[in-house]
């Protein structure tokens, strides 16, 4: 089966910067796409990014132009990079992968990003 594990939240004040990462192991060769969600207290889940098997990647309206998405193949890593962060932006960040034919979903443990004022 696959394994999701993500890294690199924490405290940032609000125009700074995160680089979360999400490193995969087990099954990887049905993995459609990686992706990176968030939730915040009260919230439902949210789509931040996602990057498909091909490389083509997407993003939420309120994260382009700060986030990007990229992967490593030979690390089976997807990382986030978040800039200009803002305090809206504060969530638990989850990383999500695809998998199958059906699209089945699997996720990391989340990881914190607080943003301040």
């Known amino acids: 089966q696959l394994q999701l594990v993500e890294s690199g939240g924490g405290l940032v004040q609000a125009g700074g910067s995160l680089r979360l990462s999400c490193a995969a192991s087990g099954n990887l060769f049905s993995i459609n796409s990686k992706g990176w969600y968030r939730q915040a207290p009260g919230k439902q889940r949210e789509l931040v990014a996602t990057i498909t098997s091909g490389g083509s990647t997407n993003y939420a309206d309120s994260v382009k132009g700060r986030f990007t998405i ?28 695809k998998v199958g034919w059906r699209g089945n979903d699997y996720w990391g443990q989340g990881t914190q990003v607080t943003v301040s004022s």
Do not use: F, G
């Open 70 to 97: 990229s992967r490593d193949n030979a690390k089976s890593t997807v990382y986030l990079q978040m800039n200009s962060l803002k305090p809206e932006d504060t969530a638990v960040y989850y990383c999500n992968a």
